[in-house]
């Protein structure tokens, strides 16, 4: 869980006065998350969700703040990001850190799903993507390729021989396979880019809403389909794909947005580099942790296994 930063009632209070939702009820520090300082707002017209941000600096949030806004107006189930009455702004400042205030999602987050939440999932994010091609902003996805190939030489001593080996091959192929024609003719535009099982809302078998859109940059579509399918259809245990939600939430994808042919071809390429991704971070998060009041580290070794998973067993996509 993750409280770096202590909001007190009394700052609540001041940061209310600037926003038009009512007046203060209650702070509640969340379990959950890595990144930011997040709490429960509810004031007597609804309950927020205000955030602190600890490693995002004030000239990358725009993008985040406004991709959502931009989205909610498009009819994406993201939250909402509420501006200060007076300035119109969405970034504001809190205990002196970067903060935003977004409507509260309605649900919970579905950590088993069945196919009919993968197809939910690959449905909602293939319209997503499409409302995002209007979106006039550019932000590079911040944890891409460069940032692997910054960070890499970072963690790897950390390794013993085969893990380190295994960093190192996979990081040459990705090398590789962003230099090819195939990788240029991907369709690119704004990604979720971290649209794990946590951070989507469901009530029952209803998607109610996708969030935690920090990690958001453009970058290629296919790679954003590759972190959900890397998370949401696989067996947590092995990391090997579930044929019956993995086909669920590529055809649901497919309904809204048929993938091109470069996306077929690199399809398992992206599934290996999403797994690269997040196993570089979490190795990141867990070597060089930072303080936290409230903090469970994500176990590395999960992508690890996911990696070799996708290396080993390619996913066959449907004709
Ligand atoms: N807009 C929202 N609506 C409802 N719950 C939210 C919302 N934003 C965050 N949360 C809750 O806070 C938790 C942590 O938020 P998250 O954005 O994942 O943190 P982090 O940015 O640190 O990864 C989520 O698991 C969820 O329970
Ligand atoms: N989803 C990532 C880490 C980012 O954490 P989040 O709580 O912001 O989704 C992972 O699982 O490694």
Not at 135 to 157: I, M
Not at 228 to 241: E, K, R, V
């Amino acid at each position: 869980m993750a409280v770096f930063t202590e909001v007190s009632e009394k700052e609540a209070r001041e940061l209310l006065r600037q926003l038009p939702l009512g007046t203060f009820q209650s702070l509640r520090g969340i379990q959950g998350g890595i990144e930011n300082t997040n709490y429960f707002l509810t004031t007597d017209q609804g309950e927020w969700v205000l955030t602190l941000f600890e490693r995002l600096t004030a000239q990358q949030l725009p993008f985040y703040l406004h991709l959502m806004k931009h989205l909610a107006h498009a009819g994406i189930p993201v939250p909402d990001p509420q501006a200060n009455r007076q300035t119109g702004d969405i970034l504001l400042r809190v205990c002196g850190k970067p903060a935003a205030v977004v409507n509260r999602l309605r649900g919970s987050s579905q950590l088993a799903p069945a196919p009919v939440h993968c197809a939910a999932v690959g449905e909602m994010l293939a319209r997503m993507h499409l409302a995002g091609r209007d979106f006039g902003r550019q932000q590079p996805n911040l944890r891409g390729l460069p940032w692997w190939n910054e960070t890499a030489p970072v963690v790897q001593p950390y390794l013993d021989g085969a893990l380190a080996e295994l960093l190192q091959s996979e990081l040459a192929f990705q090398n590789h396979i962003a230099a090819s024609s195939a990788y240029a003719a991907l369709p690119r535009g704004p990604v979720h880019a971290d649209l794990f099982r946590d951070n989507v809302m469901f009530e029952g078998e209803q998607l109610t809403g996708f969030f935690d859109f920090y990690f958001a940059g453009v970058d290629t579509w296919l790679f954003d389909l590759a972190v959900c399918l890397n998370d949401w259809c696989i067996d947590h245990a092995t990391g090997a794909h579930d044929a019956p939600r993995a086909q669920a939430m590529l055809a649901a994808y497919q309904r809204v947005r048929p993938l091109t042919g470069a996306e077929r071809e690199l399809l398992n390429a992206q599934l290996r580099a999403s797994a690269l991704r997040f196993w570089i971070s979490r190795l990141w998060d867990f070597y060089l942790p930072r303080e936290a009041a409230l903090l469970t580290p994500h176990d590395p070794r999960h992508f690890e296994r996911v990696l070799r998973q996708r290396i080993a067993h390619p996913l066959s996509l449907a004709a």
